[in-house]
């Protein structure tokens, strides 16, 4: 007995722009450059949030996406969800940051724990992760960069 056919779907992906905002350092340098991109969308919000910049060749930003939006202390962050955008946008590196609620941008195990498998996954795909930052209250920030741990 022959087998019914099987329906396949064609798609396509189509990323759509929301808004914009202006950056005025125009390229990422440091640690504290990213922190001045991300703490309007991060610092005031009541969960958890996790942001991810896009960077072209000359680490100059070109998207900004929301990659999750937890509770009050987590948030799933899958490597599936950190590259999707990364690969549709032909980015050469990309930057994670998230923020602490609590005001403490210690890492948790499991912040030192994604941040390791983002690492790998990105060295699989060819994409860079340049930093993983963490925002805490005021100008307080974690950078996985400047503590050795990418």
Not at 7 to 29: F, Q
Not at 55 to 80: A, E, V
Request: with cysteine; charged share 25%; net charge neutral.
């Amino acid at each position: 007995m022959k087998k019914p056919s099987k329906r396949v779907n064609i798609v396509s992906l189509k990323m759509v722009k929301e808004a914009s905002v202006l950056y005025e350092n125009r390229k990422v340098s440091s640690p504290n450059d990213a922190v001045d991109l991300v703490k309007d969308f991060l610092q005031e919000s009541d969960r958890e949030k996790c942001i991810l910049i896009c960077l072209d060749t000359k680490n100059q930003p070109t998207f900004l996406t929301t990659i999750s939006i937890g509770s009050l202390n987590s948030s799933i962050i899958h490597p599936r969800e950190v590259f999707k955008l990364a690969i549709m946008s032909n980015s050469a590196s990309i930057i994670m940051a998230h923020n602490h609620p609590s005001g403490d941008p210690s890492p948790s195990k499991e912040d030192m724990g994604i941040t390791k498998r983002l690492v790998e996954a990105g060295g699989i795909l060819g994409i860079k992760i340049i930093d993983h930052i963490i925002v805490g209250d005021g100008d307080r920030y974690y950078s996985f960069k400047e503590n050795d741990h990418i």
